[in-house]
């Protein structure tokens, strides 16, 4: 069984910057995959970035390419997601998720642990 714990949400105003985490325990992560969706309010769950752990390689939907940076640290069993230039339409719960499998998916049901989720707040 693997674990997710996320951390690093806030409240941060528009133009600024957050780094979330994403501590994950239970088993190693070689050959898997994770991933970082958000959920904002009254609206479907959706894809952000997402990381192969042995390889490092990244995917990023479009419209968050250039402002988010996703990264591991391998030692640390941690995945990061970068967000600069933040708005106030980032708004939304960021949840972690793993999948087994060392390929890139965009769908919820291709992963298959999830965390709990941190609230991220933009204010205008």
């Known amino acids: 069984q693997v674990q997710l714990v996320e951390s690093g949400g806030g409240l941060v105003q528009t133009g600024g910057s957050l780094r979330l985490s994403c501590a994950a325990s239970?088993?190693?992560?070689?050959?898997?995959?994770m991933g970082w969706f958000r959920q904002a309010p009254g609206k479907e769950r959706e894809f952000v970035a997402c990381?192969?752990?042995?390889?490092?390689?990244?995917y990023y939907t479009d419209s968050m390419k250039g402002r988010f940076t996703i990264s591991r640290d391998s030692a640390k069993n941690t995945v990061y997601l970068q967000m600069n230039s933040l708005k106030p339409e980032d708004t939304a719960v960021y949840y972690c998720?793993?999948?087994?499998?060392?390929?890139?998916?965009?769908?919820?049901?291709?992963?298959?642990?999830w965390g709990q989720g941190t609230q991220v707040t933009v204010s205008s």
């Open positions: 998720a793993l999948r087994r499998a060392p390929d890139f998916a965009v769908a919820v049901d291709g992963y298959h642990y």
């Open positions: 239970g088993r190693p992560l070689s050959g898997y995959t």
């Open positions: 990381i192969t752990w042995s390889g490092g390689s990244t």
